[in-house]
């Protein structure tokens, strides 16, 4: 009987947890979980294109040597052009996953209608990308910072302002 109750309860509180109802805490996980899921998306996309129709992985990439993914001999302007098409695609997908799970597990919708809410969600996460990436570009030119830390730096200012304006802006809290 202790067993049947202590499942029941455990099935309650991880159905609280997922719910919009969860406290900040649980929402701030929530969000980060969805992040790490959405990240993983933005790189699956990402290299199905660029191992596929963007073709612009060049032989001395990591995704060719351990992944054994195609690579491509083209010109680095070439390459740069098809790689940041690849990325958009990406971003696009994984923003779109992301946007359908914040909605179902992370905040409240309904504060605009749901095309108004995507464009502001998609917006943000643009303009994010954008701030992270220049604070990441400072960073490196400016403070000499390795290329490994200036990244982490540029994936926490772009977590904590998407967080941010989603949560007071965008959704209901």
Excluded at 19 to 40: E, M, N, R, W
Excluded at 104 to 124: H, Q, T
Aim: charge should be positive; hydrophobic fraction near 55%; proline fraction near 2%.
């Amino acid at each position: 009987m202790d067993r049947e109750k202590d499942r029941l309860t455990g099935w309650r509180m991880a159905r609280r947890f997922l719910s919009h109802d969860s406290g900040p805490f649980a929402q701030f996980v929530k969000y980060g979980v969805i992040g790490v899921l959405a990240t993983c998306v933005q790189m699956v996309g990402f290299y199905l294109l660029a191992a596929t129709c963007l073709k612009c992985l060049g032989a001395d990439d990591w995704a060719v040597r351990f992944l054994g993914l195609p690579s491509v001999e083209v010109s680095d302007g070439v390459r740069a052009f098809r790689a940041a098409v690849a990325t958009a695609g990406g971003f696009t997908v994984a923003n779109i996953f992301c946007w359908i799970m914040n909605r179902l597990f992370v905040f409240k919708p309904g504060k605009f209608r749901w095309y108004v809410e995507f464009l502001m969600f998609f917006g943000v996460a643009a303009l994010a990308t954008v701030v992270a990436l220049g604070v990441q570009s400072l960073l490196i030119k400016y403070f000499g910072m390795m290329t490994t830390a200036a990244v982490i730096v540029e994936v926490v200012v772009s977590f904590l302002m998407n967080f941010f304006v989603r949560k007071f802006v965008i959704f209901k809290g």
